[in-house]
């Protein structure tokens, strides 16, 4: 049984780097229409997802934190009515750092939300312009004041290993951020995906990536700042004071059930892989049609959920419970890993065992991609 949610909002107020698709942007929604689609799409996972009060609610997506907080109101208010509120539930709503996106901030808090997650970035003008973000530094901390007034859980997020960043401005940089005194920071590398964006622009010589040697030593700088702040890394770019770690995604990385809504919203429930239609005319079309947005629901097979499990537990300095996790999917330990491969990076110190733990040390971290490639059983990733 699903004992989180995701709530999905795809519109953003205006166009920006991070949207795949220009419907993302709208002069004008009609909030009554996506209310009833969105309270449709929740009591159709509710019927086949609930019995067990909800640890988390995590509204993403566009820009969540300007939808009206009726409707935030609203829908939280549903979903108790469905599942049922554990006591100390955690309800985030994602937002950018800007100051109109600020003055909603009092009246979430009163619908309901308990935590925001802002999407800084950077605290320097000139990277933010590089990022694509369409806030600066002064509006940025502007909100953050805000939110930390009217919020009880303020997390903020970086991106760091930029072109050309030294070692000494990201020292600076990090130290500032640490400064604010929010229990949790999620603290990126930048990376070049295929397709996007910064893809492109290192293809046509735009600019260079920074290399891996001096990105790996940024890496380990952050891990011993943040620390000595008393925010140590429990997951590989996530940091937070003991107790304020970010259960929704923490019900992610230790592959529990959650539910998704709204589109182009992911889910997993027993064993089920679900997918929402992403183009919002779509999601809509199937809730008058069917009463649901779901593209797909695909039953996973037991390896294919048993590499997925590991590939998310893997990311957490508490690793994953190898006992555990082979008898959840029926498998033999030795199914699951690839032992003489653990067995070498233990010995290079790159892993640790921890009874039937299995946890990457921070020394294997910064090659965390390519270790899970070697860790997990071929097997299941073939599978």
Not at 34 to 56: F, I, K, Q, V, Y
Not at 159 to 185: C, K, N, V
Request: hydrophobic fraction near 45%; glycine fraction near 8%; proline fraction near 5%.
């Amino acid at each position: 049984m699903a004992r989180a949610l995701y709530i999905h909002w795809p519109f953003c107020a205006r166009k920006c780097p991070y949207c795949d698709f220009n419907s993302h942007v709208r002069a004008s929604v009609d909030h009554g229409v996506w209310e009833r689609a969105l309270l449709a799409d929740m009591r159709h996972e509710a019927a086949l997802a609930g019995g067990e009060p909800l640890d988390s609610i995590f509204f993403g997506g566009g820009t969540p934190s300007l939808m009206p907080p009726a409707l935030v109101a609203s829908l939280l208010h549903q979903a108790e009515a469905l599942w049922g509120f554990a006591p100390d539930i955690e309800i985030t709503l994602e937002a950018n750092p800007s100051s109109v996106e600020a003055a909603n901030f009092a009246a979430l808090a009163e619908a309901g939300v308990n935590r925001v997650s802002l999407g800084v970035q950077a605290l320097d003008d000139e990277a933010l312009r590089f990022l694509g973000r369409l806030h600066g530094v002064d509006e940025a901390l502007a909100a953050l004041e805000t939110a930390q007034k009217a919020f009880s859980r303020v997390s903020f997020d970086l991106i760091y290993a930029r072109p050309g960043q030294t070692e000494a401005q990201w020292r600076a940089e990090l130290d500032r951020a640490l400064g604010f005194g929010t229990s949790h920071l999620s603290l990126y590398q930048l990376t070049i995906e295929p397709g996007t964006r910064f893809a492109t622009e290192v293809r046509q010589g735009t600019f260079t990536p920074l290399e891996d040697d001096p990105a790996a030593e940024l890496f380990v700088l952050t891990q011993e700042m943040s620390a000595a702040a008393g925010l140590p890394a429990y997951e590989i770019s996530n940091h937070a004071r003991l107790g304020e770690e970010s259960r929704h995604n923490l019900t992610y990385w230790r592959y529990e059930d959650y539910c998704g809504i709204g589109p182009g919203a992911h889910g997993r429930r027993g064993g089920h892989a679900t997918m929402r239609h992403k183009k919002p005319e779509n999601w809509l079309a199937s809730i008058e049609e069917r009463g649901h947005g779901a593209q797909e629901e695909r039953a996973l097979t037991v390896s294919e959920q048993a590499s997925e499990a590991l590939m998310m537990g893997l990311r957490l300095a508490e690793g994953v419970d190898l006992a555990a996790m082979a008898q959840r999917f029926g498998l033999a330990e030795t199914a699951l890993v690839a032992a003489e491969r653990v067995e070498f990076y233990r010995r290079l110190g790159m892993v640790m065992r921890a009874g039937p733990r299995l946890i990457v040390t921070p020394q294997g971290m910064p090659l965390l991609d390519a270790l899970l490639g070697e860790l997990v059983a071929s097997e299941l990733v073939l599978a």
